[in-house]
């Protein structure tokens, strides 16, 4: 059986597959390579106008969702959809529910400006006009005139008392009296009881008369006060609408298109003369507010508040890092004045879904679902179109101070959650919601085949990757040995890795040694330097293990020959480092039922694949030396100086040489290390890790002496297409110092670990009398016919069996 050839251990990229000689001539993708699944989903859910068709992104960590979902809506975005500034502004009839005003984008900053400037000119108009002489003139006219009405109509009911010896005295402000008089006295008690009862008659009469003709002239003078305010009124209209009218009616003209706008000026010009006293005061509580909230100091009711202002009509893009319940659908902020909290509608804070609104909106999904109340409120949003400030405290019910409910505004927007497949699937079946909301899933590839055509445009994405980075540009040597590194990464020849993280990290890593070594391009030995440096940052763990194996703490065998033991070999995984490591795996055999006893298993070492691969070994023992009679060899298997737990079938087919060299009493090569996993029928199945097993026997060997030249490792011939291994490994294996073996069947795996033929049954089921699987036939043979014998002589012993 031939090792494998030098091309079939490492798949090199060639040179002339990349036809340019630095990647300053390529031009840089647009588009993240090799996820053409991935944009299809989200080219369909972008242009799906109907609600519901959010994309929920699948994949790992650095794939360049995020990325790639940016850059696509950088260079596809509906330009067509009209972006919108969106402003509150007071409601003047109901202020706990402020107005909410939509204008074209870059229009909200023009109205809050036109606004400061009118309530600018009638802070300094509206004192001055109000406190000139020709309006305190008119004012004082309409007063003068009120009072000489008043007096007049007081004096009339006053002469008529006269003339009755009854005086009209004013008591308080309001109020008056009818009083007897007496001469030029009002008359006591004594001296009214003194007079006859027909002139206390006459006065009471006089009096009740009197009171009739007040109270009628002091309804009079409650209408004429009526007026008199309704008077003033009209002429504080008058007057305000001589100093303000004409510029609100500039403001309606400019915002003629805008009916809502039109409408809150036409409120504004009614609230103006109702409110006329915020002007004329001094008011030294709106100031201290204004400097509190970090606000102009004019009248808080004629704020514009511009919650979202969108500079371009481009469409808005937002990536919300931190999706906190505030961060994401506002809240309204308070200020503290004179130890009482204070808060209005200019005071309402945007979140990221605002700003997003009419665009779209990227977030990390596990952020979003670990944020209390963030998940259902966003839920709510989408379901009804439109975004509700409340406060979290309200959420939590825990508030009981006055706050305000603004007014929702309408939601049209496209939701990206960025999530591994864990996070998705849980969604899918906890949340009935989410299928409803999400209907798109954008799933990302780990992986694309690698060709001519996509090494070339994978150089492109390294071009794109040092563009975007502002590192130095690659040779072509360079981006091979990238391509290469990526294949490994990919565990595949024909497969290159997608995981643009790990693939930039590598390049900003040969960046910088190759300006450490003052190189104007990056060259292939910067990228190798790069990968040996970030190797020995993560091997310490290894070395350890390495350390054991060089001292002789760890038994390892490298050489000569040994029966029931065998190489086998493992992977460890230290935090993102995987490396190889020998493990020796024993086998005894004894008399017994013919069972095999996992030690691993029995001591609650091995993982539930592990002993399903034993039990797999046990029925294949049977199914060729125990169809018709039991079989009379039991045997143990165990991981030799194993203390932690044991997982996985790839040792599978090191057990089953350990078992059949046990069985057979045939010693195993040691020089030899084997991986595998074997079914029922002896096929040799793939496994995962080959790359680091090979390199970790080859290491093993290095460290227990010179390598001899007929040191190797067996591997499933399923595995070759994934051998991407270490240019020392392939150095060797030019230099005849170690081979590589591929099995497609474990007779094959035994025939070259045994150095004897494992033997293929005629049909009768016998196997040939020197092959592997005839010696172990005929010493079974030999115990069912001891056994035989030794029934055979107790029952000539005992009649009484009978």
């Keep these: 059986m031939k090792s494998l050839s030098l091309n079939q251990l490492y798949k090199a990229c060639v040179l002339k597959d990349l036809p340019f000689k630095t990647t300053r001539q390529l031009e840089p993708l647009a588009e993240i390579v090799g996820q053409n699944r991935a944009q299809a989903a989200v080219r369909f859910a972008l242009a799906m106008p109907h609600g519901g068709y959010n994309v929920y992104a699948v994949g790992r960590n650095g794939l360049g969702k995020r990325t790639m979902m940016l850059r696509y809506l950088e260079h596809h975005v509906d330009t067509e959809n009209q972006s919108h500034d969106w402003c509150y502004v007071a409601n003047f009839e109901e202020p706990r529910i402020p107005r909410v005003l939509q204008l074209p984008a870059g229009k909200g900053t023009e109205l809050k400006q036109d606004m400061e400037k009118l309530m600018g000119r009638l802070m300094k108009m509206i004192p001055q006009t109000f406190d000139s002489d020709s309006f305190l003139e008119r004012a004082e006219q309409l007063k003068n005139g009120y009072a000489k009405k008043q007096e007049d109509e007081l004096e009339k009911v006053a002469a008529q008392a006269k003339r009755k010896k009854v005086s009209l005295n004013i008591t308080t402000p309001g109020g008056y009296r009818l009083v007897a008089m007496n001469g030029e006295e009002p008359h006591t008690a004594e001296s009214f009881q003194a007079l006859t009862e027909a002139q206390r008659d006459k006065f009471e009469n006089d009096i009740n008369k009197l009171e009739k003709k007040l109270r009628q002239a002091l309804r009079k003078l409650a209408d004429w006060e009526q007026e008199y305010a309704e008077s003033q009124q009209a002429l504080n209209e008058e007057t305000l609408e001589s100093i303000s009218g004409h510029q609100i009616d500039e403001l309606i003209e400019k915002y003629g298109e805008l009916p809502d706008v039109v409408s809150y000026f036409e409120e504004v010009r009614k609230d103006l003369s109702e409110s006329l006293e915020i002007f004329l005061e001094d008011n030294e509580e709106q100031a201290a507010i204004a400097y509190a909230s970090l606000d102009k100091k004019m009248p808080r009711r004629y704020l514009v508040n511009v919650l979202v202002h969108q500079k371009t009509d481009e469409v808005p893009v937002v990536v919300e890092d931190n999706p906190t319940y505030h961060n994401l659908f506002g809240y309204v902020e308070s200020v503290t004045f004179k130890g009482s909290v204070f808060t209005d509608f200019s005071l309402i804070r945007p979140g990221s879904i605002h700003r997003a609104n009419g665009g779209y909106l990227l977030m990390d999904a596990i952020k979003v679902l670990e944020q209390p109340f963030v998940w259902d409120g966003l839920k709510r949003a989408l379901r009804s179109k439109s975004i509700q400030i409340n406060s979290l405290e309200r959420e939590l019910t825990l508030s009981g101070t006055i706050s305000l409910e603004p007014e929702a505004i309408p939601l049209d927007v496209k939701i990206v959650l960025f999530g ?111 990968l040996e440096s970030a190797r020995y940052r993560s091997s310490r763990i290894r070395d350890q293990f390495y350390d054991s194996i060089r001292d002789g703490t760890t038994l390892v065998s490298t050489t000569g020959t040994c029966i029931g033991q065998v190489n086998a070999l493992s992977v460890l995984s230290t935090g993102g480092f995987e490396f190889g490591l020998s493990n020796r795996i024993t086998a005894t055999c004894y008399y017994g039922d013919g069972g095999v006893m996992d030690i691993e298993r029995d001591v609650k070492l091995g993982g ?131 081979a590589v073996h591929s099995v497609s069947r474990a007779e094959e795996a035994i025939t070259l670990l045994l150095g004897k033929p494992a033997g293929k049954a005629d049909d009768k089921g016998r196997y040939p009398k020197q092959s592997v699987f005839g010696i172990i036939q005929q010493r079974l043979e030999k115990m069912r016919e001891h056994e035989r014998q030794e029934h055979a002589r107790d029952d000539h012993k005992d009649p009484s069996i009978h």
């Design 420 to 530: 591994d497949r864990e996070t998705w699937m849980l969604l899918q079946e906890y949340d009935p919601e989410f299928a409803e909301l999400f209907r798109v899933t954008a799933d990302f590839e780990n992986e694309m085949m690698r060709t001519d055509e996509s090494q070339l445009l994978y150089a492109k994405f390294i071009a794109s990757l040092v563009n975007e980075k502002k590192l130095l540009h690659c040779s072509n040597k360079a981006v091979a040995r990238v391509i290469e590194h990526s294949s490994r990464m990919a565990e595949h020849q024909d497969r290159l890795s997608l995981h643009a993280a790990d693939i930039a990290n590598l390049l900003r890593e040969s960046d910088y040694w190759a300006r450490q070594a003052g190189a104007k391009l990056i060259q292939n030995s910067h990228v190798d330097q790069a």
């Design 608 to 738: 539930n694949i592990h002993s399903k691969g034993v039990m797999i070994l046990s029925s294949w023992l049977s199914s060729h030396f125990a169809v018709t009679d039991p079989m009379h060899l039991s045997a143990s298997l165990t991981f030799e100086q194993n203390y932690g737990e044991v997982d996985g079938d790839s040792a599978s087919l090191a057990e089953l040489c350990a078992l059949v060299s046990a069985l057979s009493g045939l010693p195993v090569r040691q020089d030899l290390a084997i991986t595998g996993s074997v079914n029922q029928f002896g096929e040799v199945q793939p496994i995962g890790g080959v790359n680091e097993k090979v390199e970790g026997y080859f290491s093993t060997c290095r460290l227990t002496g010179e390598l001899t030249g007929t040191q190797g490792v067996i591997v499933p011939s399923t595995n070759v297409q994934n051998l991407m291994l270490e240019q020392e490994v392939v150095q060797a294996v030019r230099n005849g110092q170690f």
